[in-house]
């Protein structure tokens, strides 16, 4: 029987907003105090941004207030120029002096079962404590450190302490192998490296450590290893260089200094697939990434004291950085941070979670939305969902199938759907609703207040209903500040093509209601289960196998993930094309880079098609590959090589 639903998404109707939670929000309570009478108008007046940014930033703790909200000289912009400011005093030290200080800041839950709940004074005084550790080895301002560890509290305490003292943090996600972690550390240049033994997953033991220390076989500026016990598992350590955190936090003192900082100076850098084989390291900054993460968490999710928030994300990607760590933090909320696999040892883990701890606003991704509808709506029936007010939706655009799912078997038809699109560079969402927003299923929905977007052609003239390049066409607090040590790639990448306008990489479609249709990358970078890798990044993990001569890598649509991973390879002569290569290709690609950017198929061919200078044509490769007619291949050196894709697909 169709349901009220199916009829208003058949007709591609609106979702207006719950009047009880309009009422409510914290965007309403704002636009009351500021006379804005509705959204239209909230956007409108907004895009004065110094008026806005203003207002906003001084619901933040500031050492010395700014002198001016924006300095912008494109492509680069500093925010909240002449103040002084420290992003952890206003996630942790600052809830010292309130209620908050009693509060559970982080109820986290392992794998296997275990739980640990962790106030904002322990947490205050573990981070400090990590950070007169790291003094102690000689770390000061600016320096990074290496961080590399699965979903446990030591990361989030890790982070905080680095920020305190104004180092730099670098995350490497703990799904990254050897070679993906080394290289990360090695740009970086990363004087200390904090991991742990080991984790669990799936009920299996993966190895931290090891990993760790055959990355640091060859990364030369790493010093000293501090190692988290998490399995209590047997691990080497190497005499010298290796300290266990347990060790050397225990005899320091529970007080830390907190470095009064540049709003502009660094914070994190993380790195991101680009669409050469050497990820980015974007960059942010302490001011204006605290700024606009915690506004937008506030008014997106609507958080509020009593809320138990659960951004179901790594903290190794920005997700978790911003929504995890810094923005819940800042705003004094309880979150939820879960160890393990999603549907570990049932597929109802998640929701099991949801009921324990009575989640209210719950944050994931498409792939595991679709991941969890095959498994069955009777999973998410055996638990009670009904403290949930407001669902979120990251990573990838969300397919009506799976909107449907979510809203009716996760939110019980009660609950919004914030589809928040931004980026590992943008630091906080860009378009996105907010709870007095009107909804359309599929559509991110407009750019946030302080934000503006737009679809370009080519040539930079604004479409309308017609599919092109997505742009920002202002800056904002939380943008990246550049690349790490490659300030020509920050302005080929981001600013080349239209003249500062901040060019996402993104392919969408705006509608006649300024609604935003995101369809996906436009460069050669692929969306797998939501994680971002680009396809050269897994053709030289690929051509660094003694056996392979060339490698060129398509990602083709796939039901649950978005994409799949399918490799195109040309063995060196003499060398048998056959089922044991292909295994063995696999497993060396997980152990260069990781598990998510193992190829899922993998083909052999005489040839890939490439054009006469060189160039692998990887959109013809893909045309054949999904059925498609791959267009003009007169141009190819080598147009035979397409009909050996058909022959092997
Ligand atoms: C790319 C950024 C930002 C957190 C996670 C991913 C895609 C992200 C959406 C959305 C459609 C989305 C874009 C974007 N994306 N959110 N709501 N709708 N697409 O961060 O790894 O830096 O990837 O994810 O393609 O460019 P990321």
Redesign the pocket.
Known sequence: MATTLDVLLKEQRVFNPPKGLVEKSNIKQWMDKHGIGSYEELLEKSQDLDWYWDEVAKELEWFRPWSKVLEWAPPYAKWFVGGKFNITYNAVDRHMKTKNKDKIAYIWEGEPGDVRNITYAQLYEEVNRLANALKSLGVKRGDRVGIYLPMIPELPIAMLACAKMGAVHSVVFSGFSVKGLQDRINDAGAKILITCDETYRRGGIVPIKKNADEALENAPTVEKMIVVRRTGGNVAMKPGRDIWWGEITKTQPTEAKTEELDPEDLIYILY?SGTTGKPKGILHVHGGYAVATYWTLKTVFDLKDDDVWWCAADIG???GHSYIVYAPLMLGVTSVMYEGAPAFPEPDRWWEIIEKYNVSVFYTSPTSIRAHMRMGDEWPKKRNMSTLRLLG??????NPEAWVWYYKNIGAERCPIM????????GSFCISPLPITPLKPGS?TKPLPGYSADVFDDRGNSLTNAGGSVVLLSPWPAMLRGIYKDPERYQNTYWGKYPAIYL???MGRKDEDGYFW?Q??ADDIL?VA???IGNSEIESALVSHAKVAEAAVIGKPHEVKGESIVAFVVTKQGIAADEALKKELKEHVSREIGKIARPDEILFVPDVPKTRSGKIMRRIIKAVAIGEVPGDISTLANPEAVEEIKRAK
Do not use: L, N
């Open positions: 991101t990607w920005v997700t939706s990251v990573g990838e655009p969300i589809d928040t699109w931004w980026q590992t560079e943008t991110a996402t990489g993104d995101v996906g990358r969306k939501g994680h971002r």
